[in-house]
């Protein structure tokens, strides 16, 4: 019989590649005397590895520490950079590969991952809500139940995935809903893949498809702002847009996808220069496409070539329209991409 540290147990453990970017996971206070009151991310990879008991029973660690900054620092240039580095640990032999950041924009960044990533290999984004000096920190927890995710066979070719918390999200649906809370991350409407139990991965779900976008990786980024609509919203702001040098925008309408009719006219002027997202303030759900025919409506609008979200919310849908635009897609190409990654059915066809 095998025991727990033999050395057959040993050799039969898995490489998994750890790749962290700093977060709260990797904040501690500095000690420097008159140093800035709160804390920072300064741990490496090996020092967070080092930090997480009953590790290496599980895995052989490859340890790369590829930026230490706070997540909301991460720029699509840091991910674009950061594939090949993935890339390079399972083509090494890894089973898989765990990411640890801020939770501030894992979303974002498992979603960018998730779409740059066509290997089978499981890519684990985690993080952590309370920082190391504090009591109770999840880091610890977090980075050892994602290396569990990350040499689970049954992970493999559910693309990227996020784990906190002992739970196991898909990166398209994933969103972080707290601003402190432990149990911070949701997938609004879906639930998570599956969970983390006595350190067995468990894959309830898998999702349907995956979609991967080819990057150029030498052109310029597309500037694309997001407009939140409230109540009453006037044309101004989408009217200034039009004379900025955007290159895309995506309006988070209301309810089922909705603006005011009152500004109808400046979104006509953008979708002679741009394209235009359409996706809901709501938080969860698809935007419609067939129900409401008043002007301004969704009916109305996806006339007028507005770009349906589907599903995606509207941190997701502007880092979509960013990577469609950026590996050259036109507007029907872009659109289809919509329908690929927004919905689960894929285009919607007119009523
Ligand atoms: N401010 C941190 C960050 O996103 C928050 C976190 O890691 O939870 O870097």
């Not at 057959?8 to 590649?17: E, K």
């Not at 000690?31 to 090996?46: F, H, I, K, S």
């Not at 240039?77 to 501030?104: K, N, W």
């Not at 995710?149 to 784990?163: I, K, N, Q, S, Y």
């Amino acid at each position: 019989m095998v025991q727990p540290g033999d050395g057959l147990a040993l050799r039969s453990r898995p490489t998994v590649g750890y790749v962290a970017l700093g977060g709260t996971i990797a904040s501690v206070p500095s000690e420097a005397p008159g140093a800035q009151p709160g804390v920072q991310p300064t741990l490496t990879a090996a020092d967070l590895a080092a930090g997480v008991p009953g590790l290496e029973a599980v895995a052989v660690l490859e340890a790369h520490t590829f930026r230490t900054i706070p997540s909301s620092a991460i720029t699509l240039r840091d991910l674009i950079e950061l594939v090949p580095v993935l890339l390079r640990v399972v083509e090494g032999g890894a089973a898989g590969v765990v990411v640890s950041q801020g939770t501030d924009t894992i979303e974002e960044v498992a979603f960018v991952l998730d779409l740059l990533w066509d290997r089978p290999e499981p890519v684990v984004v985690t993080g952590a809500m309370r920082n190391p000096s504090m009591a109770g920190p999840d880091g610890p927890a977090n980075l050892l139940a994602s290396v569990q995710v990350a040499a689970e066979p049954d992970a493999r070719d559910c693309g990227v995935l996020v784990c906190l918390n002992d739970e196991i999200h898909a990166a398209r649906f994933v969103h972080k809903s707290h601003t402190c809370s432990p149990s911070t991350f949701h997938s609004p409407g879906l639930g998570p893949l599956g969970w983390v139990a006595e350190g067995r991965p468990v894959i309830a779900l898998r999702p349907t498809r995956r979609a991967h976008v080819q990057l150029d990786w030498s052109v310029a980024l597309p500037r694309v702002p997001i407009v939140t609509l409230g109540l009453g919203a006037d044309a101004v702001l989408l009217e200034a847009l039009c004379d900025l040098e955007c290159d895309g925008v995506v309006i988070e309408g209301m309810g089922g996808g909705h603006v005011p009719a009152g500004l109808l006219p400046a979104v006509g002027d953008l979708l002679e220069r741009v394209p235009v997202v359409l996706t809901s303030r709501t938080g969860s759900g698809e935007v419609l496409a067939t129900t409401y025919g008043y002007p301004g409506g969704e009916i109305d609008l996806l006339d007028r070539g507005v770009i349906r979200a589907g599903a995606l919310d509207s941190l997701k849908a502007r880092l979509l329209l960013v990577l469609a635009m950026a590996s050259g897609c036109d507007r029907p190409a872009t659109r289809d991409l919509f329908a690929l990654v927004g919905t689960t059915t894929g285009p919607v066809a007119k009523a």
